[in-house]
């Protein structure tokens, strides 16, 4: 599915996420939200989900999902693009740094500390939007059965990761919850 559905404005965007720079062109968050919409999102609710998602964005249940987790993920995940595709260029010498005659070019250990500050974000995100999905499984079937085999447990999916290895919601069922 070739999505050009939009679950959030740029406008939206940049007053979730007011450290990007209001000079930062629409048309450039625009892209990279369906980016993000197609590899992140996608990712982290399963294909089979995501495109019910899109085509029922409307129904209370998809609507809050948006609402309260999915926006905040695109968000903080174009923000993470954006930190990188805006620092770096990819020209015909090779990838350089870009740099102007009114900043200082980040150092390389500068970008990947930025990028895991707002992958913890993205993270904790995800782990909220689990657990909602968990306590209201009726609502979204297709997070747990879709249809590629593409379930959180299966796919072991790196969001619940803040705090280590070893912090299960729940003794009882810590093999459903994907940070085990």
């Not at 990838?95 to 102007?100: D, E, F, H, P």
């Not at 796919?155 to 803040?162: A, V, W």
């Not at 919601?169 to 085990?180: A, F, I, R």
Request: with cysteine; hydrophobic share 35%; charged share 20%.
């Amino acid at each position: 599915m070739n999505n050009t559905i939009y679950l959030i404005s740029a406008s939206e965007l940049k007053t979730l996420v007011p450290a990007i720079n209001n000079q930062v062109d629409d048309t450039l968050i625009n892209g990279a939200i369906l980016l993000v919409q197609n590899t992140t999102v996608k990712d982290t609710i399963t294909q089979d989900f995501y495109e019910d998602l899109l085509i029922n964005s409307g129904t209370t249940a998809n609507k809050y999902l948006i609402d309260n987790y999915l926006k905040n993920l695109i968000s903080y995940s174009v923000w993470q693009y954006l930190m990188v595709s805006l620092s770096l260029q990819l020209n015909d010498a090779g990838l350089r740094i870009k740099t102007s005659d009114h900043s200082v070019a980040a150092e390389s250990v500068d970008i990947a500390f930025y990028r895991t500050y707002i992958q913890n974000f993205i993270d904790g995100v995800r782990k909220q939007m689990d657990r909602y999905i968990f306590l209201h499984q009726s609502d979204y079937p297709l997070y747990y059965q879709d249809k590629w085999g593409d379930v959180p447990v299966k796919n072991n999916f790196r969001f619940g990761r803040i705090g280590g290895d070893g912090n299960y919601y729940d003794e009882e069922n810590k093999y459903h919850w994907p940070c085990y």
